[in-house]
């Protein structure tokens, strides 16, 4: 079966530091991957997707950046964080094609002092 | 883009009761509609979802309605339970470069009362 795995689970970073999480997806072959950020009491605002290695495509112009080095591995980066930036990273992976169910990874909740 | 509007932003039920949350959806183009549920603190869920040439689907207690004309789904929860309560998020998926892309709308805080 298919897992997917997110870390870390909290993370308290200070404004103008540099950021790397990081998203493992295992059991699955070129899975299509995403990046969404939660804002509290909010819904989820997808950031970037992934159809395949070195693939990327930015859905909001952000302070983020996004990149896939191996198949099945997702990373949400930033050289300097924001006061914004805050809140809870989502990853989550789909079997590549039309109309398949996307699986959440268990977040990231980061906090920017 | 897609749009996706949810309502309503909370609801409460008495246990036993139904559940009914509505989404609309702006671009004509999506074709798949996936629920998650979200308890606090924790990752969303998939429950249950309805591509674009069904009009209902039903698993247990759970429902989903989709109107295309009208561009709005809903979600139905019949003999709601305590464990129910959660946040659900409806989201419209369009197909784009090999892979779906999800708009999501902005959630129903559901609170199942004893």
């Known amino acids: 079966s298919q897992t997917i795995h997110q870390w870390p689970a909290t993370l308290v970073q200070p404004v103008g530091s540099p950021l790397s999480l990081e998203c493992t997806v295992e059991?699955?072959?070129?899975?299509?991957l995403y990046w969404y950020r939660q804002a509290a009491g909010r819904g989820l605002q997808l950031l970037f997707y992934s159809v395949g290695i070195g693939q990327i495509s930015s859905e909001v112009p952000q302070n983020l950046s996004a990149s896939r080095p191996q198949d099945r591995q997702f990373i949400l980066s930033s050289k300097k964080l924001l006061l914004s930036d805050s809140g809870f990273y989502l990853c989550?992976?789909?079997?590549?094609?039309?109309?398949?169910?996307?699986?959440f990874g268990d977040g990231t909740r980061l906090s920017i002092l | 883009g897609e749009n996706v509007e949810q309502h309503p932003s909370t609801l409460s039920v008495q246990e036993g009761d139904s559940a009914v949350i509505k989404c609309t959806y702006s671009d004509s183009a999506s074709n798949y509609f996936p629920w998650y549920k979200q308890e606090l603190g924790k990752r969303p869920q998939l429950i249950i979802d309805?591509?674009?040439?069904?009009g209902e689907k039903k698993d247990q207690r759970i429902a989903v309605t989709l109107n295309k004309t009208a561009k709005h789904f809903s979600l139905h929860i019949t003999e709601t339970q305590p464990e129910d309560s959660a946040v659900y998020f409806c989201?419209?998926?369009?197909?784009?470069?090999?892979?779906?892309?999800?708009?999501f709308g902005t959630g129903t805080q559901l609170k199942v009362e004893l």
């Open positions: 989201a419209a998926g369009i197909l784009t470069g090999g892979g779906n892309k999800l708009t």
């Open positions: 989550a992976w789909s079997r590549g094609g039309t109309n398949q169910p996307q699986h």
């Open positions: 309805i591509r674009s040439n069904v």
């Open positions: 059991g699955t072959s070129n899975p299509n």
